[in-house]
């Protein structure tokens, strides 16, 4: 039967070509101890670059990936350098004797972006709709490069930092919901303490971009598609709840659920009318205001508010079941 299993796994490989560094001679095998041992080599011209690898699995034949982040060890995560077989160990027997390893492939992601993070590369936009509400009108932004969460922040990720969960829908790989905009400053803060990152909430404007695509995206009505059911969780497909992250499509830059699963916070003071006066570079929202914004659908919104123009705000204390945020980071 382990025979058939080793057999069985596959691997599908999924590199990153933008910094130029490659990935070749990836493979895995199932030893006698029911631990899966992936081996690769990373080859970049500079030793000392260190990168972020990831792995991911799926059991459907690629339908769906999860990323793997439990009982596993070895040469994954951040700050990894060039070089030679290297190996990565995977149990994934150990807290799931009945996981079915059968036809597993995996997919090996290296970037030079921190774990969990997408790099999105700056440019001009035009932000906003004509289309829909008065307060979207149409306007040209530009962004610096950043980096934003490839998903939704996670109750394990906040209970790892903050050390209890407040959500209300309750599940390690759910995102966090029912936490203010004043709540998350504070998980910023220990965040960044922690890792020596400086950790933070996307502008509005980024946040858009990234939802738009960034420079490679193409016009759609939500992040990624035209089509809601494709890309997000809402109040026709989500059967009032929340869902795992990251189990919708992405969009062009590799990023899920920006067009519903849960609303997101960031960092701007919510004006009404702030399009009609916000600057052309990196705008940063009104310099006050009583609300901040939030973006993005949500699993209790109709298909109009799941649009990736749609904005709006809450006072920085509301606690909801429907709101959560991702993380980003500033490039240099």
Known sequence: MKTKFILAISLMLCVLTVFAQKVENVHARLTTSESVI?????LYSDLTKEF?????VTTNNGQSYTPVTKNIEGETGENIKPGKNKTVTWYPFKNNPGYNVRNAQFKVIVSL???????VKGGTFQMGSNNSDKNEPVHTVSVSDFYI??????QKQ?????????S????DNLPVERVSWNDIQEFLEKLNQKTGKNYRLPTEAEWEYAARGGSAGSPTTY?????????????G?????????GQKQANELDIYDMAGNIREWCSDWYGSSYYSSSPVNNPQGPSSGSSRVFRGGSWSYDDSRCRVVFRNGYNPDVRSISIGFRLALSSK
Do not use: R
């Not at 972006?113 to 790099?119: D, L």
């Not at 209300?168 to 599940?171: D, T, V, W, Y």
């Not at 497909?237 to 992250?245: A, G, I, L, Q, R």
């Open 158 to 166: 906040w209970q790892d930092i903050m050390g209890t969960n407040p």
């Open 223 to 235: 992040a990624g598609s035209n089509t809601i059911d494709d890309v997000a969780w809402h109040d």
């Open 237 to 245: 497909n989500s059967k009032n709840k929340t869902h795992p992250v």
């Open 38 to 42: 992936i081996t690769y080599d990373l």
């Open 52 to 56: 972020t690898v990831e792995l991911f």
């Open 168 to 171: 209300g829908l309750k599940g």
């Open 149 to 154: 969460g490839k998903y939704e922040v996670t």
């Open 113 to 119: 972006a921190p774990k969990g993070m997408v790099f």
